[in-house]
């Protein structure tokens, strides 16, 4: 960095280079599983809630955990808690590929969520250590963005190639080498940074604190327990355990914002959402993550369970949308010094509602055309809008907050990733269950029923193995019943994405077109 005038060089642009690497894989890793389902379901015969538990247990592990990651890399180092994370990655995604069985690739996933935690905030933690000039940062920070969109655009092609030649498990694989390198390179090209100070609202002074083990533990309680009994709800049914799980988790996460309110040291400094472009832009992302994601699932299933494709040829298909995202984000960049940031978010969402829309007219025999055209049509209007945010949320908080600041965005994001995939695919899954229930096709009954109702997958593979017309009724009224869900799913992300249309607009109004970046010096800590 040059002293003189504080901007970035050579080092630093190669340094960010190093971070775009595990934030790829991060990015691509959902993607990359969501084609690997179908053959997950019949090598490990997971349940439903198993196979949504696979799905989501990353996520949630990662949300749950971002809070005190971030916390944490402030306080014992960004660059090593980066590294502590890539090697825990490597470990989880080897453990993750040779599973046996349901419960231990959840577990994996589990293990993959604490390494990602690790992760993600300090890669944008040290863009805003190793950044100072804005328009360097907001070049930095668009580049973070683009390699996200690139990732959830790739992995689905990675995960496609990948499972036309080999096992389910080797969707886990292309993280270890990626994850090898970031080890290797890190601590030649990445500067350490630990916060000297961090605000003690108590004491009125700095401090960096004890570290507070009692709200990292609060900030996970909070989340699992009431997913678990949301989605176990919506798929088995009414149960006295599930049901009390969800006051349970509200009642922790009531504690969890008590403990930050109170404790000498928080994790985070809840100050910040007074600001209202860090509480703006955190809320309507949360918003897109949750209605985005929860419909990702049901698209890449519809590819392939219902049409009929390939993980290969699913994946490839699945890329036509993301050239909407792309004329999406450069429209938004070149109308970003003309339009202010209220509108052109409102303005997205309601393209993306608009996608949701179009969601719902399609059936089990409808043309990809029109599949291709409502998902590219809500990609395009989210993730359009989402790419707006980084900076307005980095930039908004203390240099030596930088850490738990982008750690709670990207909590609110995850959060609303995996709340979305667990919440919108346990509505679809119940709709789907409902639907089936006393409508199989005579003929089909014990364990294959059961195998059949449970997932789309499981009856596709019951299908399989039934007499030619019997395994095509089977397969008639399952993907009606999967297209039905599909239809509630989208209804909800439709309103959702109105939603944060007014959001958006009500809390980011005040912000010019082009609008600089809120100095750290304007935040009341």
Known sequence: MTATTGRAGRREWIGLAVLLLPTLVLSMDMGVLFFAVPFISTTLAPSGTQQLWIMDMYSFLLAGLLITMGALGDRIGRRRLLMIGAAGFIGA???????????????????????????????????????????????????????????????????????????????????????????????????????????????????????????????????????????????????????????????????????????????????????RTFSGAISVNTIAMFAMMGFALFTSQYLQLVKGMSPLTASLWSLVPSVGVGAAVGIGSALAGKVRPAVLMGGGFLIGATGFALMTQVGAHSPLALVLTAAGVLAAGTVGT???????????????????????????????????????????????????????????????????????????????????????????????????????????????ALGAALLAYRLLRHLPAAAPAAEPEAVTV
């Open 386 to 496: 989402m790419t707006m945010t980084a900076e307005m949320v980095v930039s908004a908080a203390p240099v030596e907050q930088a850490g738990a600041a982008s750690a709670t965005s990207e909590t609110a994001v995850e959060l609303g990733s995996s709340l979305g995939i667990a919440l919108l695919g346990a509505a679809g899954a119940a709709v789907y269950h409902h639907r089936l229930d006393g409508a199989l096709p005579a003929g089909v009954d014990g364990e294959a029923a059961r195998t059949a109702q449970d997932t789309l997958g499981g009856a596709v593979t019951v299908a399989a193995h039934l007499p030619g017309r019997l395994g095509a009724d089977l397969l008639e009224t399952t993907r009606t019943a999967f297209t039905d869900g599909l239809h509630v799913a989208a209804g909800v992300g439709g309103v959702l």
């Open 93 to 275: 995604s080897l453990l993750a590929a040779w599973s046996h069985d349901a419960d231990q690739l959840i577990a994996a996933r589990a293990l993959l969520g604490t390494a990602g935690a690790t992760v993600m905030p300090s890669t944008l933690a040290l863009i805003r250590t190793m950044f100072h000039d804005p328009k360097q940062r907001q070049i930095a920070l668009g580049a973070w963005g683009g390699i996200l969109t690139a990732g959830a655009t790739l992995g689905p092609v990675a995960g496609g190639l990948l499972l036309d030649h080999y096992w389910w498990g080797a969707a886990f694989l292309p993280a270890v080498p990626v994850m090898a390198l970031v080890l290797l390179t890190a601590p030649v090209l990445l500067p350490e940074y630990r916060s000297p100070a961090l605000p003690r609202p108590s004491a009125g002074g700095t401090s960096i604190g004890r570290f507070d083990l009692l709200g990292a533990v609060l900030s996970l309680a909070a989340i699992l327990p009431l997913v678990y009994g949301v989605k176990t709800v919506a798929v088995e049914g009414w149960s006295p355990l599930p049901a009390a799980a969800v006051p349970a988790g509200l009642l922790l996460a009531a504690a969890f914002v008590w403990r930050q309110r109170t404790a000498a040291h928080p994790l985070i400094d809840l100050s910040l959402f007074r600001i």
